[in-house]
């Protein structure tokens, strides 16, 4: 038989074969094909498939769908395989949607899809989204007593816990699944394995805990005689050894170290078919363990390793370092490029060490472009932050050393590329969010507040409740991705230095903007169209005097029982804030910056004495009027102070007859009522309703009630008559008042993060969009709130700013002779701080009489002969001379 003939026989059949395919049949042999010879390139036929089922206007049958599913599943396996983890993430995604939006079953989604996608948002940093997926699937495990998939649950939310500095959730967690439930001995093996990477993670820092390096050690060490006899554990072995290595890295044992990284490697190498991000990611951990131990060529050559495996057009020409374009967001690459900056470093390559951060910044941009939770983008930012610590300390020296100015200015302008930057972006995006993205991101806070106020039940909150929450979470996230364009990016206003300049200058205005390091603070002293930059060690004692000062406003009688150590301690810490004693202006912008956040510098004692009296002492207040703002751009793009006419909303709960009732709140409404006109809701009216439907409508917003600052678990919150209301519950408020007035307690307070400042009932009002506001410290007393907010207003009313309005009505309460001395103490009237604009507007009405003057004077000209002209001329010249 011909040869040919026999060939085309055989296409004949397999095209009539696949001709008499259903489609459910096409999609599974497409996948098929695609898996017996699986490529990057070949992703785009699974890619076809699915375009052309889509496009097909027939009904769809479950089978159908369900293929699709699976079509998607396995296109996602082999696009993470691929280095292509955003790719991945969205076909997932796209998995699971189908699979809920129509009700399938008959297929393991946990395994293939939900699982895979949990672990892909844990390591792109999205936190919230990775929870919430993990979460959903361990409520399925529970519901259809799946053993294995809720010990996968509990280890991947560990990972997250981890991952979000939630580290003692994350251990109490494991200790909790190794003691209750009835596992395998690989099960517990690799439970113990991820407890063991959490005590070691107690083992520095804040996060400090006795025991925690034997604690981590043993853990491993039994993990590693649970699973050296099971081969299908192998992954989990090596990483048990590597755990090790990092321990005694940790300790300095560098010769254990390498002993354990040695028996990683083999365990490792028995691994078929290996992804490339875990390759790289063994690189990356061979190049540290070769830097420890100062053996820079190897940890040159293991990082070139890095970049060759995730970057497929990579080149080692002229330096070691990847081009900007072929990077993506990947930890992998991001912590090579940290770690080859601190071999730059150790080379004494200064410029090279900030390129290679340079990249690295670039990545955390790539990273934060993906995420859509505020919570994620935070912890992603805190990454950033340290980098940047880093950056500043090169910065620093070079300019030791070489006494160029532009380091400073780029140490500075760094420092700004941190402060508040998801509030900043927040803000600067949401003009040109579409009403639809807006809906969306409003039921997401909406469902978020749903499982957080549901979470606080603790024993008695509803699972299943919280569970249909994050379900609608999870179908808002993926709508919310698809309706965003793919040319979509985050706006970037580019800061000018020569404008922030001009601004202080115009404002007569000194600023210091302070950056918290780990060991450190920087304080960027701005004045004079010039930036100085300050040291400030944190060694030794430096911290906790810090401590002793803010913890003097903890409570009433720290202060009054002992003024003159207060005294002492204040210039102390005035003295090392490095505050400068301006001769030029007195006007100060603060940018404070952790812990700083919740320091009244205006208390600050700026000479020392051993008087008692509160009013004679020498605070900072009494050389400066002070004014804060969450960043230099916030100062910046502020919007002048309107002397326009004022109305104001005013919410007075009171809470009469009740154990928290706010007796002197009915003064404070009756001081500013003398003051302004507006509407005023008291008692049972001070509903969150009535506040929430007004408040667009007027220049300021004040809220006389309770508030709480929260803690580590439960958010900050606000009181309105009918209803506690979390901070985040305000992002949804359309506002843009003149003023918001927070005259509660604790309303600047709340969980802290270095970089993004405090999660408070202010910040709440800021997401909202206001600018401007007057908030509280520390808990405030009744009467003295009431005294100073009277005086507060009435310096309103007489045209002065808020800002200088803040500083007259402290001052003006210290000299009250009505006061007494005990309620002068810095703690009842230092509480209230303002951030916002100092500016005001400039009056045009000058301006228009001096153009009718000048129009007329034209007319007269053209009237008039040359020696009237003369003479009129003369008369408008002194004029103007006059009103200058």
């Not at 040869?3 to 042999?29: A, P």
């Not at 300095?252 to 290996?274: G, H, R, T, V, W």
């Not at 690295?360 to 859509?372: A, H, K, N, P, T």
């Amino acid at each position: 038989m011909n040869l040919y003939y026999l060939y085309g026989l055989i296409f004949l059949f397999v095209n009539l074969n696949v001709l008499g395919q259903n489609q459910e049949d096409k999609i599974y042999n497409a996948i098929d094909v695609f898996v017996a010879r699986p490529s990057a390139k070949a992703l785009q036929n699974l890619t076809n498939k699915e375009t052309a089922f889509w496009r097909n206007s027939r009904p769809k049958t479950k089978n159908e769908l369900l293929a699709i599913v699976v079509l998607n599943c396995n296109k996602a396996y082999y696009e993470n395989q691929f280095g292509q983890s955003q790719n991945a993430i969205k076909s997932y995604e796209k998995a699971w949607q189908v699979y809920q939006k129509h009700q399938l079953n008959n297929y393991d989604i946990t395994e293939y899809c939900l699982k895979p996608l949990g672990n892909l948002y844990t390591i792109l940093g999205d936190y919230d989204s990775a929870e919430n997926t993990i979460k959903q699937y361990y409520f399925i495990a529970n519901l259809e007593k799946n053993e294995p998939h809720k010990v996968a649950a509990i280890l991947n939310l560990s990972n997250v816990y981890q991952n979000t500095g939630n580290v003692y959730k994350a251990i109490d967690l494991i200790e909790k699944t190794l003691q209750t439930e009835k596992l395998t001995p690989t099960q517990k093996g690799i439970l113990l394995n991820n407890l063991g990477t959490n005590y070691f993670l107690t083992t520095k820092g804040f996060l400090m805990q006795k025991n925690a390096f034997s604690k981590a050690e043993n853990a491993f060490l039994k993990a590693i005689s649970l699973l050296k006899n099971y081969k299908s554990q192998t992954e989990t072995l090596s990483n048990s050894y590597r755990n090790l290595a990092k321990l005694n890295l940790e300790r300095n044992d560098l010769k254990m170290a390498s002993e354990y990284f040695e028996k990683a490697k083999i365990e490792f190498n028995k691994i078929p078919n290996q992804e490339p991000r875990k390759i790289a990611q063994f690189y990356y951990e061979a190049a540290f363990i070769c830097f420890k131990q100062a053996k820079i060529t190897e940890a040159n050559t293991n990082i070139t390793a890095v970049f060759k495996t995730l970057l497929p057009h990579y080149s080692k020409l002229k330096s070691i370092l990847p081009n900007q374009n072929s990077l993506y967001a990947e930890t992998v690459l991001l912590d090579a490029l940290d770690l080859q900056a601190e071999i730059y470093q150790a080379q004494k390559q200064p410029e090279n060490a900030l390129k290679s951060y340079a990249l690295s910044f670039y990545i955390e941009d790539l990273f934060q472009s993906l995420l859509v939770y505020e919570n994620s983008k935070i912890i992603t930012q805190i990454r950033n932050r340290n980098r940047t610590g880093k950056c500043i300390a090169i910065y620093y020296s070079l300019f030791e050393k070489e006494k160029k100015m532009s380091y400073i200015e780029s140490a500075f302008l760094l420092s700004e590329q941190t402060k508040s930057v998801v509030l900043k972006n927040h803000l600067s995006n949401a003009e040109s969010m579409t009403r639809e993205e807006k809906l969306i991101l409003q039921q997401l806070q909406n469902w978020n507040t749903t499982i957080l106020k549901e979470q606080q039940k603790l024993e008695l909150a509803d699972i299943s409740k919280i569970n249909e929450a994050i379900k609608k979470q999870n179908e808002l996230i993926l709508l919310l991705k698809n309706n965003k364009s793919e040319e979509a990016k985050e706006t970037k206003t580019e800061f000018v230095l020569e404008k922030l300049y001009s601004k202080l200058e115009n404002d007569k205005a000194t600023m210091i903007a302070y950056f918290f390091g780990d060991n450190c603070i920087y304080n960027f002293t701005v004045e004079n169209k010039k930036i100085t930059l300050h040291y400030i060690s944190l060694e030794n004692t430096g911290f906790s005097n810090l401590m002793d000062f803010i913890r003097f406003f903890s409570n009433p009688k720290a202060i009054a029982d002992d003024p003159q150590n207060y005294n002492r301690v204040g210039n102390k810490i005035y003295r090392k804030l490095k505050i400068p004693s301006s001769k030029k202006y007195k006007n100060l912008i603060i940018i404070p910056d952790g812990i700083l956040s919740f320091l009244p510098f205006e208390a600050l004692i700026s000479e020392e004495s051993t008087t008692t009296n509160f009013a004679k002492m020498h605070y900072l207040l009494n050389d400066f009027k002070i004014g804060y703002n969450n960043s230099a751009s916030f100062y910046l793009n502020s919007i002048p102070f309107s002397k326009s006419k004022k109305t104001v909303l005013g919410i007075f709960p009171v809470f009469e007859k009740t154990n928290f009732a706010l007796t002197f709140s009915e003064n404070e409404l009756q001081s500013i009522k003398k003051n302004f006109k507006g509407r005023f809701f008291e008692n049972n009216t001070a509903t969150f309703s009535n506040f929430k439907n007004n408040a667009a409508h007027y220049s300021i917003l004040h809220l006389s009630t309770h508030a709480s600052s929260g803690d580590m678990e439960t958010p900050a919150s606000i009181k309105f008559y009918d209803q506690e209301i979390l901070y985040s519950e305000l992002y949804n408020l359309n506002i843009n008042p003149d003023l918001v007035v927070l005259s509660a307690c604790e309303t600047g307070i709340g969980k802290l993060y270095k970089a993004e400042g405090a999660m408070s009932i202010a910040r709440g009002f800021q997401f909202a969009g206001a600018q401007n506001l007057l908030f509280s410290l520390w808990k405030v007393n009744d009467y003295t709130t009431s005294v100073f907010m009277s005086d507060f207003y009435e310096n309103v009313k007489n045209n002065q700013t808020y800002f200088e309005a803040n500083t007259n009505a402290k001052i003006a309460f210290l000299n009250d002779p009505e006061v007494s001395n005990d309620k002068k103490s810095p703690y009842y009237w230092s509480s209230f701080v303002y951030y916002g604009s100092i500016s005001t507007q400039e009056n045009t009405t000058n301006y228009i009489v001096y153009i009718i003057s000048f129009l007329a004077v034209i007319g007269l000209f053209l009237v008039f002969n040359r020696y009237q002209k003369w003479k009129i001329f003369t008369w408008f010249s002194k004029k103007k001379s006059i009103k200058r």
